[in-house]
């Protein structure tokens, strides 16, 4: 009996640089490894290319090329298909030797990160490290291993001296900054995706991208989209870091752009992990369902679009915000309930809105309560100083939209409350970390008002399952007009 002939592996040659994988493989066989570098995006059913016959894969292999980190990922997969021939001519980063300035300088997992990151300096990669672990020091620890010049990149002009003084501090070297109408580049410099995306043209920047050797991009699960793309594209860097404390790495249309944009992932440091081994402080989550009184459709209301009046429509998402989030006497008065109870028991409160009317109708109820209302228009000077209030035992309670997200750092936050009513479970464990960074034996209470009965449900129970699968514990209250009764469920 002859055994079964089993055919070749077609061929396929890889030339692999710092940023791009470049194929020579036979036409006939690119369309299957186009597949390994495909995804659909969420609703590709109502594509235009879809509804016209094609198969709604979005393909990421161009011009026989893909992005280097994503090659990387994948090999292990694509070698079960093809026998590749592996031409590797990326160029090394010069780095340091390692010197630990001081004991306790960096923690273990911090140590670790660092680690894994110079190994890595020839591509890049993703680093997922739960909100309180400090990735800014690990940036300006790696920053200090290199010997050429670096970038961190920022998101918000309003994180951007934060980032710099947390840096500063880190590397023990004058960090330079690009953003605020700034152009003061040094050996390692802060800057705003923004300031890069807009300038990238002018000779000063295009000189300047040309000596960065490593990029490292905060909050990269909000940096996912073109503009990012293009910034690193420009500057090509040897290497590009990511860093995020959640990202949603089980959808295709998350996970393989920002591997594209980085590389593989490097390390992961959790919630969990840090809650067990003392890094962060332990806590548990109140989801506190809100039945909505009201009713009906919500009305039409005036609005200001780049300066000019528009009407939103009756019954739209924006106008269901307003009038059961934003504008709800009853929610409102849920909220004023707890923080004025968080302040009969000496919590540290902070209240999570995402308008700038939410933060204004809540700071006018809560009026002869001492308190900071806090939102991306307030300089970053002003934020830092309620930050430090609070942690001085001067303040009790900050009212914050979506800044608090990924810019406010208060240790001795005890009490949060999300009021947001917002989708998306990364911005769920991002909100609650936040109040996870240790201070003494603090144990971090975080209500989530969770809606009941109107467009928002769905959100919640997404929110609070985001919260659960961080090994939190979850307790499910009824709202029923006593914050005294929340509290005392898990206390």
Not at 463 to 471: E, N
Request: hydrophobic letters at 40%; proline letters at 4%; one cysteine or more.
């Amino acid at each position: 009996m002859s055994a079964l002939a089993i055919a070749p592996k077609p061929a396929l040659g890889v030339r692999l640089t710092n940023r791009v994988a470049v194929f020579d493989v036979d036409p006939d066989d690119y369309e299957s490894l186009s597949d390994h570098f495909a995804y659909r995006p969420p609703n590709y059913r109502f594509t235009y290319s879809y509804i016209n016959g094609g198969d709604g894969y979005k393909r990421l292999l161009q011009r026989s090329r893909v992005a280097a980190g994503l090659f990387l990922d994948r090999l292990k997969e694509i070698e079960k298909h093809f026998s590749v021939v592996l031409t590797d001519e990326r160029t090394s980063m010069r780095l340091r030797p390692y010197s630990d300035r001081a004991p306790g300088y960096l923690r273990p997992y911090q140590q670790e990160a660092l680690e894994v990151m110079t190994h890595a300096s020839t591509t890049g990669g993703l680093l997922l490290n739960a909100t309180g672990t400090g990735k800014t020091r690990i940036a300006g620890a790696y920053f200090r291993r290199i010997g050429g010049n670096g970038v961190f990149v920022c998101d918000e002009l309003a994180l951007l001296e934060q980032s710099r003084r947390s840096i500063e501090e880190t590397l023990e070297e004058e960090v330079g900054v690009v953003g605020k109408s700034l152009f003061a580049p040094r050996r390692i410099t802060v800057a705003t995706v923004q300031t890069l995306a807009k300038h990238s043209r002018r000779p000063e920047f295009q000189r300047w991208f040309r000596s960065v050797d490593a990029m490292i991009i905060d909050e990269v699960h909000v940096a996912l989209n073109r503009r990012n793309i293009d910034v690193v594209k420009t500057v090509k860097p040897l290497a590009v870091f990511g860093l995020t404390a959640t990202l949603e790495l089980q959808k295709d249309h998350v996970r393989l752009p920002a591997i594209a944009l980085c590389g593989p992932v490097l390390y992961e440091y959790s919630l969990e992990r840090g809650v067990k081994e003392g890094y962060l402080a332990s806590g548990v989550v109140v989801s506190l369902r809100f039945a909505d009184p009201l009713k009906g459709v919500a009305p039409a209301y005036k609005s200001y679009a780049k300066g000019e009046e528009i009407t939103v429509p009756a019954g739209s998402t924006a106008a269901e915000y307003r009038h059961r989030v934003t504008l709800n006497k009853a929610r409102n008065d849920l909220v004023e309930s707890l923080v004025r109870e968080g302040a009969k028991r000496n919590r540290r409160t902070v209240v999570l809105v995402e308008q700038k009317v939410h933060l204004a109708v809540l700071s006018h109820r809560l009026r002869n309560v001492k308190h900071a209302a806090l939102s991306g228009a307030v300089p970053s000077e002003d934020r830092l100083k309620a930050m430090k209030a609070m942690d001085a035992g001067k303040l009790q309670v900050i009212l914050a939209s979506r800044v608090f997200a990924k810019g406010v750092d208060v240790k001795s936050v005890d009490f949060i409350v999300d009021a947001t009513g917002l989708p998306g479970r990364n911005g769920a464990v991002q909100r609650y970390g936040r109040g996870a960074r240790p201070d003494g034996a603090k144990k971090l209470l975080y209500v989530d008002v969770s809606d009941a009965g109107n467009d928002f449900a769905g959100a919640a129970k997404s929110r609070v399952s985001a919260l659960r699968s961080t090994g939190t514990p979850v307790v499910e209250v009824m709202w029923k007009g006593d914050a005294s009764k929340v509290f005392d469920a898990v206390l």
